[in-house]
């Protein structure tokens, strides 16, 4: 695989302003000039705010939406729609595109998202060379409480403070 899709999970909740819509968007935009192409759930918040960023970095962007939501098309930025019938496939399908994970604040979607990716890695049906990133702190109570009880699990999972730490592990493992 020679193009280099990282996935994006985060809530779509996220406003123009937000912290956390920021910082998907200085996300998308750094690693769009670092060469990465950006996958996405396509709608709004954190997934239009990365792709706007990747998209006004001269970026490409991906966005898998899902019929079953009942939603309209993807956001303005996206500019390669994969259209999935379930959210199964539509996970399935974002995971299957990434070389590496970026996972930012969301709710219970972002937090199948990465149950799903995290529980791949940890049974090895993913190589061990497509990252998994935890953004901020939100995330890390939940890695800290499951390392209680698998403490291996925690080799899996990266962590990064700053949109500039995301692509500097993403360029030194990917590329």
């Not at 819509?21 to 997934?47: P, Q």
């Amino acid at each position: 695989m020679s193009e280099k899709i990282i996935t994006i999970f985060g809530t779509a909740t996220a406003i123009s302003g937000d912290p956390t819509y920021v910082v998907a968007y200085e996300i998308g935009k750094l690693l769009a000039e670092a060469g990465f192409t950006i996958a996405n759930g396509g709608y709004g918040g954190t997934m239009l705010a990365s792709a706007k960023g990747a998209s006004e970095a001269g970026g490409k962007t991906i966005g898998v939406t899902c019929t079953a939501f009942g939603r309209g098309g993807a956001n303005e930025y996206i500019q390669q729609e994969i259209v999935t019938a379930t959210l199964d496939e539509r996970l399935d399908t974002l995971i299957k595109l990434g070389r590496g994970y970026v996972v930012l604040p969301g709710a219970t979607g972002t937090l199948l998202e990465l149950a799903k990716v995290w529980e791949l890695k940890n049974k090895g049906f993913m190589p061990a060379d497509k990252p998994i990133i935890l953004v901020g702190k939100f995330w890390r109570g939940l890695a800290d409480l499951i390392a209680m009880v698998d403490a291996s699990s925690r080799r899996h999972i990266k962590e990064a403070d700053r949109p500039e730490e995301v692509r500097n592990i993403l360029v030194e493992i990917i590329g």
